[in-house]
């Protein structure tokens, strides 16, 4: 790589470094302009164009909270629907955890009429009941129905403060269906009434129940129930159509289930977060599959046409996942990315077409997951559930659940350190490897024997020009002294694989959440010496003690294996010192656990190449290079074809 190569990629990048912030600057001028125009007609109290104006707004910046806080108080005060409108994203789970048991006053639907027999069900009392088991916490809301919040117990956010799944009217949940008269219903916009006047139920020894009924009249109801047990992260949720012949219009054979959340920012490192939040789904009796990680689009969609068995909302550690007894019919489930300034890092929808059979009474059989992608508690809930912990595919997913995770989990069982566990699994793996890797660390050590002789080689052949000729003159020294030059490379091939394993499994492993070690507070996420009062693009704004330790260590093994392979070609030197520096840029915004990990093990590699030194007799493989030296070496045909595109190019190879 010449000086010319390396002047253009430093321009490119320096260009795109550039056009991002010209094109962010220019967004956000953008953005506020017409903010300005909005705010204005607001205050002349012209709301019908300064809503048209703060939804234009979003164009610029997708789900800015103040824009989408705006056009939801122009919708209640012009009398819209809240199913027409985004959720509301102003309430915190500190504001839910205050008020208690009573969501705050909203405004009521002006025309109640146009729900036809569902038209008293238009008003009602906004009050919140609480179904808890030692867990989690629900607060079921009688406006629609549907759980209002969920707490996990269990578990805190990285602030220490509770740990909400979501809370508040920012949660969408519920059926859309035509009436027999044509009326669109809504159930998320009308009031249920409770069966019991019960309002806290706490679930210690047995199974309790929430019912709650949507009436058409007292003989002819929608009802829900949801159905807690102790020590459980799930909810068992039955719906009932009673009596709704005559009323659910006769040629319907599926009902719309609307479910739509925002996923409030857990964890301290907020890009490793998005990076593993998505949406997932499981096609019936078939595969598990959804929106890819990391998504690059402000809105990520799939048009399910085929049938589901359950739909996840998933966070890096924590789920919401809503699981159907029979199937879904068929799904559209859109993931949308939030500013990064936000308190939320995802709003998800899904629309869920549900068979419906027009009877007497029919009924339909769910369940609701609240809690953590733990996978041991995943597998015990069934369904394959644990498949939303992405590990890999093919053999890296292979060597996560079969080999990774079972030795993880059994080291658990008898140390309490997860920095312990982690050098541990390192040293069990490197011990496991070692015996087909021993031969390579020979091969290296017995290059590092003839490092002089390679010396020797590039002071023969020192111009640029010469680079075949020297190339092929150290070939034929490894050659007649018996050293397989390419055998270097078996213990970074095999290693890879595991690499990659563990490049999966830390960042998701729910057991490193939290887990402390030495000056890391939290080895699922990034571990920080210094913040910086500025962000570095690509780096962060915080310093990564365990990403420059594993920096450092990389081209502290680099160096030991260039210098024993004789290589000292410009551009492949600067490729090799670059990658490991390029990796310090991506990693340092990654697991701590995943850093440390890559630290120990170019260390144990490191110093298994110095304990394969000391079995390499020098005297041995000289005296082999001198008796290989008397005999007439017959060329490889790799050699042979190195050299014929050598002699194409017009460089005859060197002699004998």
């Not at 610029?60 to 103040?66: D, F, G, I, T, V």
């Not at 079921?140 to 602030?159: A, L, W």
């Not at 990654?590 to 093990?601: E, K, V």
Request: hydrophobic fraction near 40%; charge should be neutral; glycine fraction near 6%.
């Amino acid at each position: 790589m010449d000086k010319n190569t390396i002047t253009g990629i430093v321009l490119i990048f320096a260009i795109f470094i550039g056009f991002s912030v010209y094109n962010n600057s220019r967004m956000n001028k953008s953005y506020k302009a017409v903010m300005e125009v909005a705010d204005s007609l607001y205050k002349n109290g012209d709301m019908e164009n300064a809503r048209a104006e703060y939804i234009n707004a979003l164009r610029y910046k997708p789900n800015e909270p103040e824009a989408v806080a705006k056009v939801n108080e122009i919708n209640g005060i012009l009398g819209f629907s809240q199913s027409q409108q985004k959720p509301d994203t102003s309430a915190t789970a500190e504001q839910v955890q205050r008020t208690g048991n009573m969501i705050p006053e909203t405004t009521a639907i002006a025309d109640s009429g146009r729900y036809g027999v569902f038209g008293g069900s238009a008003k009602g009392d906004d009050e919140l009941i609480t179904l808890e088991n030692n867990r989690i916490e629900m607060k079921i809301s009688q406006k629609g129905g549907r759980v209002f919040s969920v707490k996990v117990k269990d578990y805190t956010t990285h602030d220490s403060q509770p740990l909400i799944l979501f809370s508040g009217d920012s949660t969408v949940f519920g059926f859309n269906f035509y009436t027999s008269d044509n009326k669109a219903v809504v159930t998320n916009d009308l009031y249920f009434e409770p069966v019991s006047e019960e309002k806290h139920i706490n679930v210690s020894t047995e199974p309790r129940s929430v019912v709650l009924r949507l009436k058409a009249n007292d003989e002819q109801y929608i009802e829900y129930s949801y159905t807690l047990s102790p020590d459980k992260y799930s909810v068992d949720f039955d719906v009932k159509f009673t009596s709704m012949e005559g009323i659910i219009a006769s040629n319907l054979s599926s009902i719309t289930l609307d479910w739509r959340m925002y996923i409030p920012q857990q964890e301290k490192g907020r890009q490793n977060e998005e990076s593993y939040a998505t949406i997932k789904y499981k096609f019936f009796q078939d595969e598990v599959e959804g929106i890819r990680l990391r998504q690059q689009k402000d809105v990520e969609t799939a048009d399910i046409p085929t049938k589901l068995s359950w739909v996840a909302f998933q966070d890096q550690f924590f789920s919401s996942i809503l699981i159907s007894e029979d199937f879904f019919l068929n799904g559209l489930v859109s993931s949308t990315k939030t500013p990064e300034t936000s308190r939320y890092i995802r709003y998800y929808t899904a629309e869920l077409g549900v068979p419906f059979n027009q009877g007497e009474e029919t009924s339909l059989g769910m369940k609701l997951y609240y809690g953590p992608n733990h996978i041991s508690t995943l597998k015990r809930e069934g369904m394959q559930l644990e498949k939303i912990v992405f590990l890999g595919k093919n053999i890296t997913g292979w060597i996560n659940r079969f080999i990774i995770i079972p030795v993880f989990n059994w080291l658990e069982k008898y140390i309490g350190s997860y920095g312990l566990i982690i050098l541990i699994l390192t040293i069990i793996i490197k011990i496991i490897l070692f015996p087909l890797t021993f031969k390579s660390y020979q091969s290296t050590a017995k290059m590092q024997v003839l490092k002089p002789m390679v010396d020797e080689i590039s002071k023969k052949f020192p111009k640029q020009e010469d680079a075949m000729k020297k190339q092929q003159a150290t070939m034929d020294l490894y050659k007649r002294a018996g050293i397989n030059p390419m055998g270097g490379c078996l213990p970074m091939l095999l290693q890879m694989p595991i690499l990659f394993a563990m490049f999966r499994f830390f960042p998701v492993s729910i057991e490193l959440r939290q887990e402390p070690f030495l000056w890391a507070t939290d080895l699922s996420t990034y571990d920080s010496i210094l913040n910086l009062p500025f962000k570095i693009p690509f780096y962060g704004s915080h310093v990564s003690l365990f990403t420059i330790l594993m920096t450092i260590s990389t081209l502290l093994t680099t160096k030991m294996t260039s210098a024993t392979s004789g290589q000292d070609q410009p551009g492949m030197k600067f490729m090799m010192y670059s990658m490991p520096v390029m990796f310090m840029f991506i990693l340092n915004n990654f697991s701590a656990g995943l850093t440390y990990y890559y630290f120990l093990a170019n260390m144990l590699t490191f110093a298994q190449n110095i304990i394969s030194k000391r079995f390499i007799d020098a005297e041995k493989v000289l005296a082999t290079l001198e008796e290989n030296k008397k005999k007439p070496m017959k060329k490889s045909k790799w050699q042979q074809r190195l050299e014929e595109a050598a002699r194409q190019r017009g460089i005859q190879p060197p002699k004998k």
